[in-house]
């Protein structure tokens, strides 16, 4: 019997199950969430959001750089 070793489960998009409707670029917790310890946006493919989703958490880390809530790179 063959088995499929490769298949994961598929990662469900927190702010759906949440039922946010759009991302707040000034709750820096959630936001740090999705960042890497170099400052790199998780890709949806790791982090699991949706493609909606995906694209607000972009918008609302640059506007949060932009004024100095999240850090472009790590020290």
């Known amino acids: 019997m063959p088995r499929e070793r ?14 946010i409707e759009s991302i707040d670029f000034k709750e ?9 310890e170099r400052g790199k946006l998780l ?7 949706c493609a909606g989703h995906q694209r607000q958490l972009t918008k609302a880390v640059k506007r949060a750089r932009q004024i ?8």
Do not use: E, H, M, Q
């Open 43 to 49: 890709p949806r493919r790791i982090s699991g959001n």
């Open 6 to 19: 490769g298949r994961k489960r598929r990662k469900v998009c927190s702010f759906c199950v949440d039922k």
């Open 68 to 75: 100095a809530l999240l850090p472009y790179t790590a020290d």
């Open 28 to 36: 820096v917790g959630r936001l740090r969430r999705y960042l890497t």
